[in-house]
């Protein structure tokens, strides 16, 4: 049995196993019906889940992670045609999210978007792989962002972010 973790064993749950994080500590849940095999074979496939879902919903946090999950997104949404010769974070973009130089094919991700969701920073990630692809800010840029499903939430997510530092700095 891995550390931290707690097995809590039901009998009124029939066949669903289910696992959860309580800080340090996993709690797992399965039916009281299972063997000893059948409960350690459980609890690895369960917590193998569980840790592929929290690493998905995590932003990259090295420049080797961000280039990896840009390749990743270009071929999920752009057909990997877009192929960036960097993707890095940096520390000096205040006023925008990211930029894009498509004559060198650079793209720079501000780190003020660390800590947020995942969804957000593939957001950027799209839109500045797009501008390789097309770069303005025109109807076949609109479309090809688009393709990326949370398009229009992360927008909202950033104008609400833009909104709450703009009110703070004027209260």
Known sequence: MPPNVEVRRSPRRRRTVSAYRDGEKTIVML??????????????????????????????????????????????????????????????????????????RTIRISSMLRGMPVWVVDYILVHELAHLLEPSHNAAFWKLVDRYPKTERARGYLEGVTAARNLEATG
């Open 31 to 104: 039916p009281s019906s299972l063997s000893k095999a059948e409960e350690e074979y459980e609890i690895a496939r369960i917590l193998e889940r569980l840790d592929g879902r929290e690493r998905r919903s995590r932003p990259p946090t090295g420049d080797a992670g961000l280039m990896e999950r840009a390749m990743e997104l270009s071929h999920r949404y752009l057909d990997g045609e877009a192929v960036p010769s960097s993707v890095r974070w940096v520390g000096n973009q205040r006023s925008r999210w990211g930029s894009c130089t498509p004559e060198d």
